[in-house]
């Protein structure tokens, strides 16, 4: 990759494969054989682990493995001992990153018992994916009856409205109590810009890291985390308000913009690693990696194959962790390469393409599919004239999938805040779902652009997790024409009136008719009279209501 950033579950991991010890002039990977004999323990996670990293564990059933212990400090401090400096440790790899000039002393360390002599290819348990085959399911996304939101967006109206990701907005959610991690190159007076007044004002900064420098001093650097932010987190009515105004975030520096080496996917694991460690829930990463200074380290489009890149590895794994983690998809759709950049091409993360407000496909937005035959992107929103904070405080306009990737972040935060019972997976699943290509995706924008307001009636309804009663049934879903309703109950008295109702996103009802119950219910219907799109059926009594989401074909 030679631009820096993107301006224009489980996997058990045995080793990483990595091409050479060298990560950048003078860095070197030590990975080390186990965490023996650790000051720490899967039992007392509390030592090392936030009470936020450990209820998010707890709420969706994630166990608490030897991958979360810190790297063993006695292996740590015997690098220090001998000489070498240590630039990061990687908990999730178990290893450290040094940096020495001294070439007999990079010797030692590697003879040492506790550090692997040799890296060989690594093995993922994890079966192979296989090209996706979807039986044919299209959201409804036609344009919703249109509402006063509840914020004067300004100019950044039709990248939320493309989306309806207002309705969420007037349902008052709008990020409260959602924790994002933004990984990127720096965060250019974000302490003084205008977007970001109200952040600083509420303490929805959390705090900042710098994984390059090692310091704290992010916002004399790089403008484009800046600009990322800006899109979620903005809030100046009437001119630029972002897709999560009042979520709260943690800035990571993880990427020297002034070069480009493979030690910055380990920057990334390092700083999401801490950020899974204070309790994020979401981790925007507008960063992509194919090809750097050092040409040994290359990526290829072979492994553009979730299974292979550091970043990718480290980006599933967060996603284990419970962290839903958004990749912008790249900007090489117009050159040669042209494909998605790790590590977009990770299994278990929302990827996102490029669009214009309009929904046109952006010419710069890289391709799928992965080189295993994935979907990917997964999903696009606005890249093609992003409205982002200038440099100078005034609102302005910018290109790339670093910007549909954050938008994104933005509207998937409010949505995991109105289904916090959902995990990170079922959210990105039902994303794709309300999206307007999900019969037929393409290696342009994936599934297509999310219906936000879609997305949210099918987590009300009782049809995205299937009914956990076998007293409602509605088959086929998805259908053509004709559906067959049953209905196997108690809660029903024998010949009371039931009342059969068919509507559509929008609330409005297309279908009724009142039916006698005789012992157990069943009903046919043929409903070949209204358009491909997500339906709620509803079976009404006296005192009882039914509902499903069905998909009409």
């Not at 480290?314 to 790790?342: H, M, P, R």
């Not at 405080?393 to 910007?403: A, E, H, L, M, P």
């Not at 609330?507 to 491909?532: A, C, L, Q, R």
Request: aromatic share 10%.
């Amino acid at each position: 990759m030679k631009y820096k950033y993107l301006t224009i579950i489980l996997i058990i991991l045995v080793s990483i494969s990595v091409k050479s010890q060298n990560v950048s002039p003078n860095h070197y990977i030590v990975k080390f054989t186990d965490k023996k004999n650790s000051i720490y323990t899967i039992n007392n996670p509390e030592n090392f682990l936030s009470k936020k990293a450990i209820d998010r564990r707890t709420k969706y059933d994630i166990k608490i493995t030897e991958s979360d212990i810190p790297v063993n400090k006695t292996y740590v401090d015997k690098l220090i001992e001998l000489g070498a400096g240590v630039h990061l440790t990687s908990k999730w790899m178990n290893l450290a990153i040094i940096h020495t000039k001294n070439k007999e002393l990079l010797d030692k360390i590697y003879k040492l018992p506790f550090v692997v002599k040799q890296e060989k290819k690594g093995k993922n348990i994890k079966p192979k994916s296989k090209k996706v085959k979807n039986k044919a399911i299209s959201a409804t996304h036609k344009a919703l009856k249109k509402t006063k939101s509840v914020f004067d967006y300004g100019n950044a109206k039709k990248q939320i409205e493309l989306h309806n990701a207002q309705f969420l907005h007037n349902e008052g959610f709008q990020g409260q109590g959602m924790v994002i991690a933004i990984t990127d190159a720096g965060f250019y007076r974000v302490n003084k810009l205008p977007a970001f007044d109200s952040l600083w004002a509420n303490k929805q900064i959390l705090g900042v890291r710098d994984f390059v420098d090692k310091d704290t001093s992010v916002f004399d650097s790089d403008t484009h985390g800046m600009k990322v932010l800006s899109t979620i987190g903005a809030n100046i009515p009437g001119q630029f308000v972002g897709t999560a105004p009042k979520a709260s975030f943690w800035l990571l520096r993880t990427e020297q913009a002034a070069s480009e080496y493979i030690i910055e996917e380990y920057n990334w694991i390092a700083a999401v690693e801490f950020a899974d460690s204070v309790g994020v829930d979401l981790v925007n990463v507008s960063l992509g990696y194919t090809d750097f200074d050092d040409s040994l380290q290359n990526h290829s489009y072979k492994d553009m194959d979730g299974n292979s890149t550091p970043i990718t590895i480290g980006a599933d794994i967060a996603a284990s962790k419970g962290i839903l983690v958004v990749t912008s998809a790249g900007n090489e759709g117009f050159d040669k390469w042209q494909y998605i950049s790790a590590p977009a091409d990770a299994d278990s993360t929302l990827s996102v393409g490029a669009v214009s407000s309009n929904g046109d496909y952006a010419y710069f937005s890289s391709k799928g599919p992965t080189f295993d035959g994935r979907v990917k992107p997964n999903v696009t929103a606005v890249g093609l004239g992003s409205v982002v904070q200038g440099t100078s405080g005034s609102v302005s306009t910018s290109n790339g999938t670093s910007f549909s990737g954050p938008i994104m972040t933005g509207m998937v935060t409010c949505l995991w805040q109105a289904h916090p019972e959902l995990n990170n997976m079922e959210i990105i699943r039902l994303i794709e779902k309300s999206s307007d290509q999900y019969s037929s995706p393409d290696v342009y924008k994936g599934y297509g652009i999310p219906n936000f307001y879609v997305a949210h009636i099918l987590a009300n309804s009782s049809g995205f997790n299937e009914i956990k009663s076998n007293s409602f049934r509605v088959f086929p879903n998805p259908f053509d024409n004709n559906l067959n309703i049953a209905l196997f109950t108690k809660e029903i008295n024998f010949n009371e009136v039931i009342n059969i109702r068919i509507y559509n996103v929008l609330g409005k009802k297309i279908y009724d008719k009142k039916v006698p119950k005789v012992n157990d219910f069943s009903h046919f219907i043929t409903v070949n009279n209204i358009e491909k799109g997500i339906y709620i059926v509803e079976l009404s009594s006296k005192n009882k209501t039914y509902q499903k989401t069905v998909i009409k074909i």
